[in-house]
């Protein structure tokens, strides 16, 4: 929940307005996103690494507002598609703040991000030094950094886990083609190579492997200079900082993480007597997901022989495809009716064509839950709506932000008549 949320009666207030009554006024599903509670961890960012640029992770969600939101907090933004480049741009957000990644860009994608003047294009293939070393030219010269992989497995799920050989981000250090790739980049007179990246995983709980990508990946700053005289200014860490999803999950230390990690930077740059670089971060769930909630109506409760309880909400994997995806746990509480009935234990599924749709498998829920109730779905603000789907044409939610007790759409629900707009084939 965002830290001010509160019980009130049967509510639950969030940015100081009822979940219920925005049920009410928006029907459901419905997503709810905390203004004040994005902008404060932007702040506690930049207040645990005020040194260190911090920018916001695009992929967790992005929206005009959202985009608005971060730029004023002063946090930089990472984008993974030209779509996300140009909103971003769009919305006003400075393109020197910008950095573009991808393991594919298209090269339209790498063209227009040139052309925009994002500030860093970070480097994942070979084939891509080749389409940069075209587009970037003397009046339009291009940083980059390289993309490569520390060799450390984190985060909560392997579809995540991005810091591993056998993956397809990044060049590998152990084989040599990390060292060819910031060859090969140094040769071209147009592209300017300011520093390395790595991005580890997702929903890691502790600063262990960050403090060892530090590790691995300085000595090969010292090693580019040894071998180039080419001194490094940027060491990115990417994101991956994991929020806590239910009751008693660990929160993400940002301000341990800042003091560590500032201190392994400085320990190994000593070491190797390099000057201190710029330290990037990437940090995205822990920038958005818990300033967010999903709202549900329950549309019915079905009782097997077994005893399992199925209560059925009006969203599913459509909103939330991440219980299906990587068996992600959350919990769900009802809201708007008060009950006095025990906790039982319920299975919450969803509205879609197939058993797998499940929202939460297993959440305490008043016994008398029934169709009409609502439920609402903490730790909702990352990788939902930003991965939501068309699927069984049940159309997107809408993106409601709350502040100082005002409600404002920032996404209207996707209806019928965009996906006809789509079908042009009759
Ligand atoms: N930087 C890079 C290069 C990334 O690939 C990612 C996430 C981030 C930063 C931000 O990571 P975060 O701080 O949000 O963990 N759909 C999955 C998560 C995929 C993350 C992909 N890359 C999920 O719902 O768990």
Request: hydrophobic share 45%; glycine share 10%; aromatic share 6%.
């Amino acid at each position: 929940w965002p830290a001010a949320a509160r019980r009130q009666g049967e509510d639950i207030l969030v940015g100081g307005v009822g979940l219920a009554q925005l049920a009410a006024r928006f029907a459901t599903p419905l997503y709810v996103l905390d203004e004040a509670e994005v902008r404060e961890r932007c702040r506690a960012y930049r207040r645990a690494l005020p040194q260190a640029e911090v920018a916001y992770a695009a992929k967790a969600f992005l929206c005009g507002a959202v985009a608005e939101w971060v730029e004023q907090e002063g946090l930089g933004l990472d984008v993974c598609s030209g779509g996300e480049l140009e909103l971003a741009v769009t919305c006003g957000f400075p393109p020197e703040r910008i950095i573009l990644h991808g393991n594919a860009k298209s090269p339209e994608e790498l063209a227009s991000a040139v052309r925009l003047g994002v500030g860093r294009i970070v480097v994942d293939s070979f084939p891509e030094i080749a389409r940069l070393a075209v587009l970037a030219t003397a009046d339009r010269p291009q940083e980059v950094l390289v993309r490569v992989v520390p060799g450390i497995s984190a985060g909560h799920h392997a579809s995540v886990r991005t810091g591993v050989e056998e993956q397809k981000f990044g060049f590998s250090l152990d084989s040599g083609d990390a060292a060819d790739a910031v060859a090969r980049i140094l040769r071209q007179p147009h592209l300017r190579l300011v520093g390395l990246h790595c991005h580890l995983g997702s929903q890691i709980p502790d600063i262990a492997p960050y403090l060892a990508a530090v590790d691995r990946l300085v000595p090969v700053m010292a090693a580019v200079r040894d071998r180039h005289g080419v001194v490094l200014e940027e060491l990115d860490l990417g994101g991956g900082h994991a929020v806590p999803y239910r009751a008693g999950e660990p929160a993400f230390n940002v301000e341990e993480f800042g003091t560590l990690v500032t201190a392994a930077v400085a320990r190994q740059c000593a070491r190797h007597r390099l000057p201190v670089p710029r330290l990037t971060i990437e940090p995205g769930r822990a920038v958005i997901g818990p300033a967010g909630v999903a709202l549900y109506r329950v549309l019915t409760v079905k009782h097997t022989p077994s005893g399992l309880t199925f209560v059925a909400v009006d969203g599913g994997m459509s909103d939330n495809p991440r219980p299906a995806l990587y068996g992600s746990r959350y919990t769900a509480a009802l809201v708007g009716r008060e009950s006095e009935a025990p906790l039982a234990e319920a299975r919450v599924v969803g509205r879609h064509c197939e058993a797998g749709d499940v929202l939460v498998p297993s959440v305490g829920l008043p016994a008398d839950v029934r169709p009409g109730d609502l439920l609402a779905v903490p730790a909702a603000g990352a990788y939902h709506l930003s991965m939501a789907s068309g699927y069984n044409m049940v159309g997107r939610p809408p993106l409601i932000a709350v502040r100082d007790g005002a409600a404002r759409m920032l996404m209207r629900r996707e209806t019928l008549d965009d996906f006809r707009r789509r079908d042009i084939g009759r």
